[in-house]
């Protein structure tokens, strides 16, 4: 006699599976250990508090309608019932989204597509340095990466190793602030005419070409930059760039003063913008302080710079804000985090990337999560990747840390709901589901969603009521959307 799913004795598959299955092959969600009140549930899953039964009849008709019943008289015989573990999903609205291509301007997107020609129209190559400059990218990036430890310091000041980096990382670094610049928030680009800036480690002035390009609203404002670097040569090409990209967008440039030396060299007065990009990670390597001591160190010296007393008398907000990026490693997050800290402690508050001003779940510490976002190239300027493949450096992605920061006081969000960052790859689970990790005020998250997400992508749920399970490996509470 053929045996039907109600037999006590599993099929030779249902053996191999470990569960018993319907005709249709679907798993019998009534076949596992007894859960709470006496019922069944599937024999991979246990029954957790914050989830609920929910009846389920299997076939085309489903749910517990009066033809789900019939279907199963008729093909069972029976009106057996069957139950599985419904969790508890919450629904997620996007915050915003840090690396949206969408939100980089037309006119910045044809400067960063031409810029190969803006380079050659302020500091042009010959023949021969052109068929060089591979190679010379190439050296450059050994001494930017496993040849650092013999790297000299004022190595910006070698006129190849300047060019290989002006019409190579300059043409990078531009692609990836101008993603980030066009998506924070405004408030944070919000200056008064006058304002004063200061660029440390400027090199060819990569951040105010950056800041230029990305926030057309800034563009008709009288600002003042200082921009610092040991390099003078450096500077020159950056501020001849500078007015180039001016000039095309037909605009004037902004004030620039050239400051030469390095990190804590004075300058004649106090300002209100603080930009650092890819500083830390190499002044850092001169000493062999721990990373504590050093972000408290830099924090000293960058609100040195800062005007202490706040323009409010005349209803103006406070405009002192403070932008820090670096490369998107482990130690470079672990000080960008500690710098964080260190900031807070000062009375500044974080706007980008943490959606909260609480301790960093993601702080970069030896074997855990560390804050980095990442995209990918492919909206990047065909004439760079073909350089990039031409100098044996292939890029798909590109990927940052930072914090930008502000004193004037943040406003608190909804306190009925909780917002996370997404700050990693898709992370592959068992069962064909997928997970992100983020952070959020709680802590570390797991995201586990069927749903695509993107890295640096902000979304808000409903804040837990309920105590959120743990996942053993990282310790971090899962949520389900």
């Known amino acids: 006699m053929k045996k039907t799913d109600t037999d006590g004795e599993l099929k030779w598959y249902e053996k191999k599976a470990g569960r018993r299955m319907n005709f249709s092959g ?24 914050g989830c609920k039964y929910e009846r389920k009849n299997e076939g085309s008709a489903g749910g517990n309608s009066a033809e789900g019943k019939d279907f199963h008289k008729k093909v069972r015989g029976t009106e057996k019932k069957s139950f599985r573990v419904q969790k508890d999903f919450v629904a997620a609205r996007q915050v915003d989204f840090l690396l949206d291509a969408g939100s980089v301007p037309s006119d910045a997107k044809k400067i960063l597509a031409d810029f190969r020609d803006i380079i050659g129209a302020t500091h042009p190559l010959n023949s021969k340095q052109r068929a060089d400059l591979p190679r010379q990218i190439l050296e450059l990036s050994h001494t930017l990466t496993d040849e650092r430890a013999e790297r000299r310091l004022g190595y910006m000041n070698r006129p190849q190793t300047l060019s290989a980096y ?21 408030s944070f680009f919000e200056f008064p005419d006058g304002t004063v800036c200061l660029d440390v480690g400027s090199g060819p002035l990569t951040v105010p070409i950056a800041v230029f390009l990305s926030r057309p609203e800034l563009r008709k404002k009288k600002l003042r ?18 007015m180039t990209v001016a000039a095309r967008l037909e605009c004037e440039s902004w004030e620039v003063v050239r400051v030469k030396g390095g990190f804590g060299t004075p300058v004649k007065e106090k300002v209100s913008f603080v930009t650092c990009a890819n ?20 924090c000293e010296k960058i609100l040195s710079y800062i005007m202490e007393e706040k323009p409010s008398e005349n209803g103006a907000g406070d405009f002192r804000k403070v932008l820090l990026i670096e490369p998107g490693i482990p130690s470079s997050a ?43 190239t492919q909206d ?22 930072f914090v930008a920061l502000t004193a004037a006081e943040k406003k608190s969000g909804d306190a009925g709901e909780l ?16 997970g992100y990790y ?4 709680i802590g570390l998250l797991l995201v586990v969603t069927e749903d695509s997400l993107r890295s640096g992508e902000c979304l808000s749920i409903p804040r837990p009521e309920k105590k959120l399970s743990v996942d053993e490996k990282s310790g971090a509470f899962v949520v389900e959307l």
């Open 26 to 49: 679907a798993v019998c969600k009534d076949d596992g250990k007894k859960a709470k009140g006496g019922k069944r549930a599937d024999t991979k899953s246990e029954y957790k508090a």
């Open 279 to 298: 500083v830390f990670n190499e002044v850092g390597e001169e000493s062999n302080m721990p990373p504590d001591y050093l972000a408290k160190k830099y």
């Open 166 to 186: 002006t019409h190579y990382y300059l043409w990078w670094n531009l692609v990836r602030l101008t993603r980030l610049f066009s998506n924070l928030p405004s």
């Open 419 to 434: 917002s996370f960052r997404v700050a990693s790859d898709p992370i592959h689970l068992p069962g064909s589901r997928t």
């Open 225 to 242: 930059w200082y921009c610092m670097d040991i390099s003078p040569q450096a500077l020159s090409i950056g501020e001849n760039l500078l």
């Open 334 to 376: 672990r000080l960008l985090s500690l710098m964080r800290d260190a900031m807070i402690r000062r009375g500044f508050s974080p706007v980008s990337p943490c959606p909260h001003a609480a301790q960093c779940p993601m702080d970069g510490k030896r074997g855990g999560k560390w804050c980095n976002f990442a995209f990918g």
């Open 438 to 441: 983020a952070c959020s005020e």
């Open 380 to 401: 990047a300027p065909a004439a760079l990747k073909k350089l990039s493949e031409s100098a044996r450096l292939p890029k798909e992605r590109a990927v940052l840390s």
